[in-house]
């Protein structure tokens, strides 16, 4: 049976592997572990993972969403399912527990942005509702 539930810093090895294995981003498991307990100390950010027969297969991690140009939303910041275990409604499962969370903190929305080459990506936003509204490009300046 599939549960939901808010991650805790032991779940820190398993994120990493669904990070790499789900979306392709390699990072260090004790990194992890660390921005994990620093996204678990702000109330403004939710970590929730999917576990299926005690296994963690999934999960989710989002924050308010402030401009000052618009009303409230959330961002999902990062969605990971476990390749093996696509298609069995573990990722609505995901998306509806952070929108039920992002009512809770009188969002009027949830939002999100999603690489070009992830097509089979969008077939599931739209088919969890969701629409694109424009095209935009991801500037970073690393130090």
Not at 23 to 46: H, I, Q, V, W
Not at 122 to 134: D, M, Q, R, V
Request: some cysteine.
């Amino acid at each position: 049976m599939l549960k939901i539930r808010k991650a805790v810093p032991d779940d820190a090895g398993a994120l990493a592997r669904l990070s790499r294995d789900g979306m392709g981003y390699e990072y260090d498991t004790e990194k992890t572990k660390e921005n994990l307990k620093t996204a678990l100390g702000k109330d403004y950010e939710c970590v929730l993972v999917a576990e299926l027969d005690g296994n963690t297969v999934g999960y989710i991690h989002a924050c308010d969403y402030c401009l000052l140009f618009s009303e409230k939303f959330v961002n999902v910041l990062g969605i990971s399912v476990d390749p093996t275990l696509t298609r069995q409604g573990i990722g609505r499962a995901l998306m509806t527990a952070v929108e039920e969370w992002a009512r809770t903190r009188k969002a009027v929305g949830v939002r999100l942005v999603s690489g070009e080459a992830r097509i089979g990506a969008h077939a599931f936003y739209e088919k969890c509702g969701y629409k694109s509204n424009k095209t935009q490009k991801n500037f970073k300046k690393i130090f």
